[in-house]
């Protein structure tokens, strides 16, 4: 019999989508990243950050430990080059 898939609650980490602004090539970000982007619907993974391509010039970013200002130090590292949409539950509706 097929082992029945199990689902684990994660805690603690921070989820965002970025979005590339007109013009701004993957290269770009990446560098700012530094990550090389996956082209398409692959993913890369370094020191805890995961980035899965998602579609012509966006991905998702999961950090698995998410401190307090990451989100700012997203936002602040591809401020010229992307729109950063946080996807993170807000701790005030996670499950205890």
């Known amino acids: 019999m097929p082992e029945r898939p199990s689902?684990?609650?994660l805690k603690g980490f921070g989820l965002a989508a970025i979005m590339a602004r007109r013009g701004i090539a993957a290269d770009r970000i990446g560098a700012a990243l530094g990550l090389d982007l996956p082209a398409g619907p692959l993913w890369t993974a370094r020191n805890g950050v995961t980035l899965i391509g998602t579609g012509p010039g966006t991905w998702l970013v999961q950090v698995e430990h998410a401190e307090p200002h990451w989100l700012d130090d997203l936002r602040f590292?591809?401020?010229a080059l992307?729109?950063?949409a946080?996807?993170?539950v807000p701790s005030h509706l996670a499950t205890k």
Request: hydrophobic share 40%; aromatic share 0%; charged share 35%.
């Open 77 to 79: 590292r591809l401020a």
């Open 7 to 9: 689902v684990d609650e």
């Open 82 to 84: 992307a729109s950063i």
């Open 86 to 88: 946080d996807q993170s």
